[in-house]
């Protein structure tokens, strides 16, 4: 029309026509795309064993601070992530250690054909295998803790075990903590 070439153009103030002579091809750059999400290898409230020696961190990073070093086949529930950071894809997990956030390289999820830890009857004694174990007044993480044992710590099973917040709990005694319940898995028969 009128001797132009017109062009109909769509921009953020509208639709409508410009003509030629003033217009300028671009190249518009797409806007960068988000990461892929991390892997889906679990979900949230699955039960995962520690196959080898495993920091669980304070945040998904290899720089956050350590919580815990959680022994192999130590158990815990997913209760976040997945996050990507470091070149790892990380988890949090609630253990009886505590909660904070490990590599899924070192994890795998705990069927329930794995087999019980072997029983320990009444008068037993045991040590706890792992850096520090969460005594508490009753077999749940949701129960107080009335102190943490360390590694090494001498104990007589009074009871148990006893099924609770996905653990087997028992009973124990010590001369200098007192008695209350810890999570079977970080115990070995002395």
């Not at 091809?25 to 991390?38: F, S």
């Not at 350590?66 to 990380?90: D, E, K």
């Not at 706890?128 to 099973?157: E, F, M, Y």
């Amino acid at each position: 029309a009128n001797g132009y070439t017109w062009w109909q153009l769509r921009t953020t103030a509208g639709t409508g026509w410009a003509v030629e002579n003033w217009l300028t091809r671009t190249t518009v750059t797409p806007a960068p795309q988000p990461p892929p999400p991390a892997s889906g290898k679990f979900v949230i409230n699955d039960t995962v064993r520690v196959t080898e020696s495993l920091n669980l961190r304070s945040s998904a990073s290899t720089s956050a601070s350590r919580i815990a070093t959680l022994a192999a086949g130590t158990t815990g529930t997913v209760v976040g992530g997945p996050a990507s950071a470091n070149g790892y894809t990380w988890w949090q997990l609630r253990t009886s250690a505590g909660t904070g956030w490990a590599v899924e390289n070192w994890l795998t999820r705990a069927t329930a054909t794995t087999p019980p830890p072997s029983g320990f009857p009444a008068g037993t004694t045991v040590q706890v295998v792992d850096a520090a174990l969460n005594l508490r007044d009753g077999a749940s993480t949701s129960n107080r803790v009335l102190a943490v044992l360390p590694q090494g710590t001498r104990l007589s099973i009074v009871s148990g075990p006893q099924s609770g917040s996905g653990y087997s709990w028992y009973q124990v005694r010590s001369g200098t903590y007192g008695t209350g319940w810890v999570v079977s898995t970080f115990l070995r028969q002395v």
